[in-house]
C-alpha cells in the first residue's frame, strides 16, 4: 500500500500481470432477458480470468444479490492472480479478508467515476486512455439511451459490450460505424453478443491485445 500513490497498487499488479485489465459493468435490467443471467455469468467468467470489476447502478445490484461484492466471492470465483491482490489489500486494510471482486462505483449517475478512474490510470502511465487493458458493458441494457450514455466509454477508447442487441439494425451503415468503424477513429467501439460466456470472452481477447500492444504479460 502508498498512500502517497493511491493508484500504485492497481497499476504494479496490472503491469505484472496479477490482474489482466478492469472492466465496469452498468445498466439497467432488461425484461426481454432473464434478469440479472447476464450480468452475473459475464462477471464470474471476467473475475476467474483475473479482471477486476467496478460496477454502478443495477448491475452493481445483481452482482451483489449474487455475492460477488463480499470477501466470499473472492475466494469461489476471482482466478488466482486476482484474489492474491485483493487478499493482500483486504489483509493491509485491516479487513482480515480480501476485497470483494466486484467494486461498487454508486449508482447510474455516478458513472463519471468510472470515468475518472480511467483518466487517472491513463495520466499515471502517461498514455491514452484508448491504450489501456479496460473495457465496460451494458450486459442487460433496456432503454435506447443506453447506446448514447454508452458513447463516454466509447469516446475514451474502451470497447463496450451490449448485451441486448441495441435498435440501430436498420443502417447498416450506422451498425457498421458503432461496431467497426469507431475503432480507427477514436480506438473505442461497441461489441454487440447476447451470449455471457461468449461476450467475456471477447472481452478477455480485447484485454489482452491491449496488453501485448503495451508490452505487458498476457
Known amino acids: 500500500m502508498d498512500p502517497d500513490q493511491p493508484l500504485k497498487p492497481l497499476i504494479d499488479n496490472i503491469v505484472n500481470g496479477n490482474i489482466l485489465g478492469v472492466v465496469a459493468t452498468v445498466g439497467c435490467n432488461n425484461a426481454k432477458v432473464t434478469q440479472d443471467l447476464i450480468n452475473v455469468e459475464l462477471v464470474k467468467e471476467l473475475v476467474k480470468n483475473n479482471v477486476l470489476v467496478v460496477a454502478t447502478g443495477c448491475s452493481a445490484h445483481a452482482l451483489a444479490k449474487a455475492g460477488l461484492m463480499n470477501s466470499e466471492g473472492t475466494e469461489t470465483y476471482a482466478g488466482e492472480g486476482l484474489k492474491a491482490v485483493l487478499t493482500a489489500v483486504g489483509m493491509a486494510a485491516g479487513l482480515g479478508a480480501p476485497l470483494p471482486p466486484v467494486l461498487h462505483m454508486g449508482s447510474c449517475v455516478d458513472n463519471s467515476r468510472i470515468g475518472d478512474l480511467v483518466t487517472a490510470i491513463a495520466a499515471y502511465l502517461n498514455v ?91
Open 128 to 218: 491514452d486512455s484508448a491504450l489501456l487493458p479496460v473495457a465496460a458493458s451494458a450486459p442487460e441494457l433496456q432503454h435506447e439511451k443506453a447506446l448514447s450514455i454508452g458513447t463516454w466509454a466509447v469516446t475514451m477508447g474502451l470497447t463496450t459490450h451490449l448485451g441486448v442487441v441495441p435498435p440501430v439494425l436498420g443502417s447498416k451503415t450506422v451498425t457498421d460505424l458503432l461496431t467497426h468503424g469507431l475503432s480507427d477513429v477514436i480506438g473505442g467501439k461497441f461489441y454487440v453478443e447476447t451470449d455471457p460466456l461468449k461476450a467475456a470472452q471477447g472481452l478477455l481477447e480485447d484485454i489482452r491485445a491491449k496488453r501485448k500492444k503495451l508490452g505487458l504479460p498476457i
